[in-house]
């Protein structure tokens, strides 16, 4: 790790499954050397739906790289440009969503403060309800 700074390839770091969801991220925390926040990266396939979720006391920030995106907040669904940014206070259930057929999303994904720790994704709640309890995920 370099003095100050860090510069990963996403591509490289190795990925595992969100616990109920499935879904395979790559945590960037610790590879970026991050002390203030948590950073994880996502590639959302159509059709798949990430976990509807809180956390106790950490805010999030999602950046769409590939889209647009869709993102399903307290209850309506949006949809996020590629290039566009997302700031989710932290009781405000939310997730993830891709309703295309075809489409790939990708999403890098900043949470702060460092509360919880990397395994229990900043305190990580799920959250009843969701675009997966309305409609179908693929």
């Known amino acids: 790790m370099s003095e100050g700074y860090e ?3 996403v591509a490289e770091i190795g990925t595992e499954p969100f616990p109920e969801s499935g879904i395979e991220h790559a945590k960037l925390t610790e590879a970026l050397g991050a002390q203030d926040m ?3 990266a996502l590639i959302l396939e159509p059709g798949q739906v990430v976990g509807y979720h809180t956390h106790e006391r950490q805010e999030e920030i999602y950046v769409c ?3 647009p995106g869709e993102v399903f907040v307290d ?3 949006h949809e996020v440009p590629q ?3 997302i700031r989710i206070r932290a009781d405000v259930p939310r997730q993830l969503v891709n309703t295309t057929d075809a489409k790939t999303h990708r999403w890098v994904m900043f949470g702060a403060p460092t509360v919880g720790t990397v ?3 900043g305190e990580y709640q799920v959250a009843t309800g969701g675009y997966g309890s309305e409609h179908s995920s693929g």
Do not use: A, K, S, W
């Open 83 to 85: 290039g566009g940014v």
């Open 119 to 121: 395994e229990d994704f």
């Open 7 to 9: 510069i990963v390839d």
């Open 65 to 67: 790289t590939e889209g």
């Open 75 to 77: 209850g309506e669904r």
């Open 38 to 40: 948590r950073v994880n």
